[in-house]
């Protein structure tokens, strides 16, 4: 008689990124928005996903990320929810949904985690979203912060450049970094900033960092999937490394689909009932 063991899978847990970063093993965290891509990229072995406000380019087509709804980011996070069976799920709290009050945010972050099921969020900012970070926290969801190029941001800032160049800039982001971690946040992501930024902060915390354009030093990485993946052909900053040319395999298929139904090709014999 044979024994089929049931394969019990560890989930990935905000305590293992911790551990992870204790032993030197970098974190790999991606985004997500939908079902099957997660269930693909879960199986794969990713350690975090990120069901990032990115939806709103990626996905919607808008131009910045202001535009996303909470309802739109519970509605992607729970495709992905519904996917996952290792990953630790992390999700955005989308503009305007955070930074009115900190009653705002932590019914924000409820609504998260009771209608799709996340495991964690995310917020932008450091000392001025301090007040929603803690409530948010004291309700036992775990939070993971995100400072530099915060894209919410953007009609601030004006551009996508690298940030924290100049001292002032860099030294309010390291004391940013600090709080979060003294609030309890249990990893920070850290996007376009030096290098040698990047390294600092990483070493001074406690907590993992997760790196987009930050350089090799942080405790992790992350990409948005359909940059990494060759989508989003015309975006093409310095730090991103494409893994696949997604959109020409796609256009090359669809192609050879439609050329196939228009000359009768497709279905064939064994294609029919
Ligand atoms: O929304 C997103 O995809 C992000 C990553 C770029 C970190 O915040």
């Known amino acids: 008689m044979s024994v089929h063991k049931a394969q019990t899978i560890k989930k990935v847990t905000t305590h293992q990124l911790q551990e992870m970063k204790n032993r030197g ?12 891509m997660a269930r693909i990229i879960d199986d794969a072995g990713i350690d975090v996903i990120l069901v990032g406000d990115s939806a709103s380019n990626v996905m919607a087509g808008h131009e910045t990320t202001l535009p996303i709804t909470l309802d739109q980011m519970i509605y992607h996070a729970a495709s992905v929810i519904r996917a996952v069976k290792r990953a630790l799920v992390v999700v955005d709290l989308p503009f305007g949904t955070y930074q009115g009050s900190s009653g705002e945010a932590l019914r924000s972050a409820i609504r998260i985690m009771k209608e799709a099921g996340a495991h964690a969020v995310k917020l932008e900012g450091g000392a001025e979203i ?3 970070v803690q409530r948010i926290l004291s309700a036992g969801i775990p939070v993971m912060g995100h400072l530099g190029l915060t894209p919410q941001s953007i ?26 971690e003294k609030c309890g946040c249990f990893a920070i992501v850290l996007e376009k900033i030096p290098a040698e930024l990047g390294r600092k902060v990483s070493k001074s915390l406690q907590i993992p960092t997760i790196g987009i354009g930050a350089g090799p030093d942080t405790d992790g990485q992350v990409l948005v999937m359909q940059d990494m993946l060759g989508i989003t052909k015309e975006f093409k900053p310095r730090f991103l490394r494409r893994y696949a040319d ?6 090359d298929a669809v192609t050879r689909y439609v050329n196939d139904v228009k000359s009768g090709d497709f279905p064939n014999e064994s294609e029919k009932y």
């Open 130 to 132: 301090k007040d929603s």
């Open 246 to 251: 997604l959109s020409t395999i796609v256009n």
């Open 25 to 36: 093993e970098k974190i790999a965290m991606l985004t997500a928005y939908d079902y099957s």
């Open 155 to 180: 009609y601030k800032f004006g551009t996508y450049t690298v940030r924290a160049r100049e001292e002032a800039e860099a030294a309010k982001l390291a004391e940013d970094a600090a709080l979060l």
